[in-house]
């Protein structure tokens, strides 16, 4: 079946850091990509989506591109603040948005000033 | 606009109990999903609802979970009787529906269970 492998966290960065949370899939077809963002006491909030391959999805400061040959969609971002510290989730969702999305397992990203 | 409004945010229980949580989606979303989220985990799908059609219910426990989506808005998940492994986060996602690719899932911020 489908699955999505994050790189291992947590990740302590210092601010102003670059970051990159890799993302790896495994699908049948064409899926959708996206980065969902968890904040502390919070619900997860879509950050960025590509929805084929060679497409950069992009937000906030955050990129990532769809690589259908490599089958990645890394997170990254070129400075990171204090504000970015939360839990980052890779997902994917086949067959459009309307079917199930299948997560990794999360990334806890903590930044220092 | 109001976003994905679930209820209650945290819910602690002894193990047998039965227990309920509640989901209101965005208004005019008509696709639904429920999600557990264990801890240190990403969220799995549970159900999704297609307006009041339970469209994909294949990860649900039947012997102990249900849901029902009667009018097709709110939903309800319930858990009975609770057992110690189910204590996690129970996430509710609504979306506009369809099967085009742009579709986004939008989250509520979860329900915490305890069971002791």
């Known amino acids: 079946g489908d699955s999505v492998t994050q790189m291992e966290g947590p990740v302590t960065l210092s601010e102003e850091a670059f970051l990159t949370i890799n993302c790896t899939y495994t699908?049948?077809?064409?899926?959708?990509l996206f980065w969902y963002v968890q904040y502390p006491g919070e619900g997860l909030q879509l950050l960025l989506k590509?929805?084929?391959?060679?497409d950069k999805g992009s937000n906030k400061g955050f990129e990532a591109t769809y690589r259908k040959e490599t089958t990645s969609f890394h997170l990254e971002k070129g400075s990171v603040q204090v504000s970015d510290s939360a839990v980052y989730f890779c997902?994917?969702?086949?067959?459009?948005?309307?079917?199930?999305?299948?997560f990794g397992q999360g990334t806890r990203l903590t930044i220092n000033p | 606009e109001a976003g994905v409004v679930q209820s209650p945010r945290y819910k602690i229980i002894e193990k047998k109990q039965p227990v309920a949580f509640w989901c209101n989606p965005i208004?005019?979303?008509?696709?639904l999903y429920w999600y557990l989220q264990n801890l240190g985990q990403g969220p799995e799908l549970l159900i999704r609802?297609?307006?009041?059609?339970?469209?994909?219910d294949s990860q649900l426990p039947k012997d102990r979970f249900s849901a029902e989506r009667l009018k097709g808005v709110d939903s309800t998940l319930k858990i009975q009787p609770a057992e110690l492994g189910d204590s996690a986060v129970y996430l509710c996602?609504?979306?506009?529906?369809?099967?085009?690719?742009?579709?986004?899932?939008?989250f509520g911020a979860g329900t915490r269970l305890s069971v002791l």
């Open positions: 996602a609504s979306s506009l529906g369809g099967q085009g690719r742009e579709n986004i899932q939008y």
């Open positions: 699908a049948t077809g064409y899926p959708s």
């Open positions: 590509a929805t084929k391959a060679d």
């Open positions: 997902a994917l969702s086949d067959q459009g948005g309307a079917q199930k999305l299948v």
């Open positions: 208004s005019g979303h008509n696709t």
């Open positions: 609802y297609e307006n009041e059609e339970a469209v994909d």
